[in-house]
C-alpha cells in the first residue's frame, strides 16, 4: 500500500513538470474532483429550488382557486343581497300602501262617527222621539254600535297586515344582515388569500431568479468541468511517449564499473540493489538525455549528488524515467524539455560517490530496470 501511495506520488510528480508552468496533472484531477462535487451540489440546489417551486405554483394554483369559488360565493351573496333590497323596498311601499287605505278608512269611520256624534248631539230624547218607537231607538243604537265595531274590525284587520308586512320586512332585513355579514367573511377571506397568493408569486418570481442564477453557475461548473477534461488529455497526450530508442548517456564512455543487480555497496559495504549502471568518465564530460523529455528533477541528493530526472512520457500506460546522478554540474534545469543526446549535466562525483562517474537509471513506472535492456552499449 505505501508502495503504491508512493508510486503514485512519482507518478503524479512525474507528470508534475510540463509546459504547463505549475500546474501538475494532480493539481488538475483535484480541480476536476472540485467542480464534479461542485456540479453536483449545483444539481441538487437547482433541484431542491424546482421542487420548492413546483410546491409554491401548487400552492398558488389551490389559491387561485379558492379565490375563484369566494369571488363566485360573494357574488352569489351579491345578488341574494340585491333581490332581499328590491323585496324590502316592495314590502316598504306595501306597507305604506296599507298605511294609507288604514288612514283613508280612519278618517271614513272618523266622518261616519262624527255624523252619529252629531245626530247624538240632536239629544237621547229626540233621537227617541225621532225613532218610530223604542223598539227603532234600539235598533238604531244597535245598529250604530255594530257600525262601529265592524269599523273597529276592519281597522284592527288592517293594522294586522300592516303589523305581518313589517314583521316580513323585518324578517328580510335581518336576512340581509346575515347575507351581508357572510358576504363581509368572504370579502376578508378573498382579501387575505390574494395577500396570499401575491406572496406566493413573489416567492415564485424569487426562486425563479435563484434557479436560473444556479443554472448559470452550473454552465460555467459544466464549461469549467470540460476545459479541465480537455486540459487533462492535453497534458497526457503531450507526455505520449514515442520513442525510435534511448541513447548511451555518456558519449564516448562505454565502460561499466558496477553493473545493474545485487552487489556490495562501495561505501557502506552491505549488499543492496544496484538499481543501474556506473559509468566512469573524466570530470566535465557530457552526460547526455537517453531520449527526448522533460527534467523533472534537477536537485542535490546527500546520497546521489547533483541529481537528474528526465520524463519521457506514457506508451501503453507506462511511464518512462531516466536517471542521472553525482554530476558535477547540471546543464539544464527543472521543467526543462530536453532532445534525445542533449547535455543535461557533467560528469562529476557528488553524493555517495567513489569516483568520477555516471550512476545511470531506467525507469518503468517508477520501478528500476536493467538499463542495457533499454540502451545500447557502444
Ligand atoms: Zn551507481
Given at each position: 500500500m505505501k508502495k503504491l501511495l508512493l508510486g503514485l506520488l512519482v507518478f503524479t510528480m512525474i507528470f508534475s513538470v510540463n509546459a504547463h508552468a505549475g500546474t501538475t496533472l494532480s493539481d488538475l484531477q483535484n480541480k476536476q474532483n472540485q467542480v464534479g462535487s461542485q456540479l453536483n451540489a449545483s444539481k441538487s440546489k437547482v433541484n431542491k429550488l424546482k421542487n420548492q417551486k413546483k410546491n409554491a405554483v401548487y400552492e398558488a394554483n389551490k389559491l387561485d382557486r379558492q379565490i375563484d369559488s369566494l369571488t363566485d360565493q360573494i357574488k352569489n351573496y351579491n345578488s341574494k343581497i340585491s333581490n332581499t333590497k328590491q323585496n324590502i323596498t316592495e314590502l316598504e311601499v306595501k306597507i305604506k300602501e296599507e298605511e294609507a287605505a288604514r288612514e283613508k278608512y280612519n278618517e271614513e269611520h272618523k266622518d261616519r262617527l262624527k255624523k252619529i256624534y252629531m245626530a247624538g248631539k240632536v239629544g237621547y230624547v229626540q233621537t227617541l222621539l225621532k225613532s218610530k218607537g223604542a223598539d227603532d231607538f234600539l235598533k238604531r243604537t244597535y245598529y250604530t254600535q255594530k257600525m262601529v265595531e265592524y269599523d273597529n274590525g276592519i281597522?284592527?284587520?288592517?293594522?294586522?297586515?300592516?303589523?305581518?308586512?313589517?314583521?316580513?320586512?323585518?324578517?328580510?332585513?335581518?336576512?340581509?344582515?346575515?347575507?351581508?355579514?357572510?358576504?363581509?367573511?368572504?370579502?376578508?377571506?378573498?382579501?387575505?388569500?390574494?395577500?396570499?397568493?401575491?406572496?406566493?408569486?413573489?416567492?415564485?418570481?424569487?426562486?425563479?431568479?435563484?434557479?436560473?442564477?444556479?443554472?448559470?453557475?452550473?454552465?460555467?461548473?459544466?464549461?469549467?468541468?470540460?476545459?479541465?477534461?480537455?486540459?487533462?488529455?492535453?497534458?497526457?497526450?503531450?507526455?505520449?511517449?514515442?520513442?525510435?530508442?534511448?541513447?548511451?548517456?555518456?558519449?564516448?564512455?562505454?565502460?561499466?564499473?558496477?553493473?545493474?543487480?545485487?552487489?556490495?555497496?562501495?561505501?557502506?559495504?552491505?549488499?543492496?540493489?544496484?538499481?543501474?549502471?556506473?559509468i566512469p568518465a573524466a570530470k566535465g564530460k557530457p552526460v547526455v538525455s537517453a531520449d527526448d523529455g522533460v527534467v523533472i528533477t534537477a536537485r542535490w541528493s546527500n546520497s546521489y549528488g547533483k541529481l537528474l530526472l528526465v520524463d519521457h512520457g506514457v506508451k501503453n500506460g507506462v511511464t518512462y524515467t531516466t536517471k542521472y546522478a553525482h554530476n558535477s554540474a547540471f546543464k539544464v534545469s527543472n521543467g526543462q524539455k530536453v532532445k534525445k543526446g542533449q547535455t543535461i549535466a557533467l560528469i562529476g562525483t557528488t553524493g555517495w560517490s567513489t569516483g568520477n562517474h555516471l550512476h545511470f537509471e531506467v525507469l518503468l513506472n517508477n520501478k528500476d530496470q536493467n538499463p542495457l535492456k533499454y540502451v545500447p552499449r557502444p
Open positions: 281597522v284592527k284587520e288592517m293594522i294586522d297586515v300592516e303589523e305581518k308586512l313589517k314583521d316580513n320586512k323585518l324578517d328580510l332585513v335581518n336576512k340581509k344582515n346575515e347575507i351581508e355579514k357572510l358576504n363581509n367573511s368572504k370579502k376578508q377571506a378573498v382579501r387575505s388569500q390574494q395577500n396570499s397568493l401575491s406572496k406566493k408569486l413573489t416567492y415564485i418570481k424569487q426562486v425563479n431568479s435563484d434557479i436560473e442564477e444556479e443554472e448559470k453557475k452550473y454552465k460555467a461548473l459544466m464549461a469549467e468541468n470540460e476545459a479541465i477534461k480537455n486540459e487533462i488529455k492535453a497534458y497526457k497526450s503531450k507526455l505520449t511517449y514515442n520513442s525510435s530508442g534511448m541513447v548511451w548517456p555518456v558519449p564516448g564512455y562505454s565502460r561499466i564499473s558496477s553493473p545493474y543487480g545485487m552487489r556490495i555497496h562501495p561505501i557502506s559495504k552491505k549488499k543492496r540493489m544496484h538499481t543501474g549502471i556506473d
